[in-house]
């Protein structure tokens, strides 16, 4: 069993920066870490997902602005968002994928365990 327990989430005004954090507790050897967000009345989207060798999957539409990262030695799973616009308003969700399925942003969208959720509010 996987917990994830989300924070920082919030209100921003465009251009701003947010950095989102996971607390994970439970076994994570063998599962994947990652994000994806949802926004009202629209569907899932994977944002990005760090894979078993370290590297990471990032959504077309946050590349170059958000950037996951992990602290193994706190449990935690950060995802840095910079350059914030309103397209990114949403509710985002840590996430663990079994890893018997492939490393990628389309998958972390239906992961095996998923976080409460935290959201995040850009204004124009």
């Known amino acids: 069993q996987v917990q994830l327990v989300e924070s920082g989430g919030g209100s921003v005004q465009a251009g701003g920066s947010l950095t989102l954090s996971c607390l994970t507790s439970g076994n994570t050897d063998n599962y994947y870490l990652g994000w994806f967000r949802q926004a009202p009345g629209k569907g899932r989207e994977g944002v990005a997902v760090i894979c078993s060798d370290g590297s990471t999957r990032n959504a077309a539409s946050v590349k170059g602005r958000f950037t996951i990262s992990k602290d193994n030695s706190k449990n935690t799973l950060y995802l840095q968002m910079n350059t914030l616009s309103p397209e990114d308003t949403a509710m985002y969700y840590c996430?663990?994928?079994?890893?018997?399925?492939?490393?990628?942003?389309?998958?972390?969208?239906?992961?095996?365990?998923r976080g409460q959720g935290t959201q995040v509010t850009v204004s124009s």
């Open positions: 996430a663990a994928l079994a890893a018997r399925f492939a490393c990628s942003t389309t998958n972390i969208q239906y992961p095996t365990y």
